[in-house]
Nanobody, 124 residues
Framework: QVQLVESGGGSVQAGGSLRLSCTASGRSYCMGWFRQAPGKEREGVADIDTDGRTIYADSVKGRFTISRDNAKNTLFLQMHSLKPEDTAMYYC?????????????????????WGQGTQVTVSS
């Protein structure tokens, strides 16, 4: 089991930026970011494999960038042009299932290890 610790959340105004980090206790081929807003189900934001291949949710394409430092087992999420609807608890996930084509799948049920979350609040 991989232990995950997120950091970097906070409160910003709409249009602002934040960078989330996630430190993992071990290496995982697929790692990702998910988020859950109050009263809503948890949804995938982005994920990435060790080769750098990425998947993004349509709602964040062009605004968020996922990256990782494999040597340091660290995952990042750079968020720009934040909107009030981005307000949520953001979770780091690891040990994601690998698709038949060798990539990751941005589905909550396919990830096995989760961090405690970091809150992102965007005000209008």
């Amino acid at each position: 089991q991989v232990q995950l610790v997120e950091s970097g959340g906070g409160s910003v105004q709409a249009g602002g930026s934040l960078r989330l980090s996630c430190t993992a206790s071990g290496r995982s081929y697929c790692m990702g970011w998910f988020r859950q807003a109050p009263g809503k189900e948890r949804e995938g934001v982005a994920d990435i494999d060790t080769d750098g291949r990425t998947i993004y949710a349509d709602s964040v394409k062009g605004r968020f960038t996922i990256s990782r430092d494999n040597a340091k087992n660290t995952l990042f999420l750079q968020m720009h042009s934040l909107k009030p609807e981005d307000t949520a608890m953001y979770y780091c996930a690891a040990d994601g299932a690998i698709s038949g084509s060798g990539g990751c799948m941005l589905h909550e049920d396919d990830y096995h290890d989760w961090g405690q979350g970091t809150q992102v609040t965007v005000s209008s």
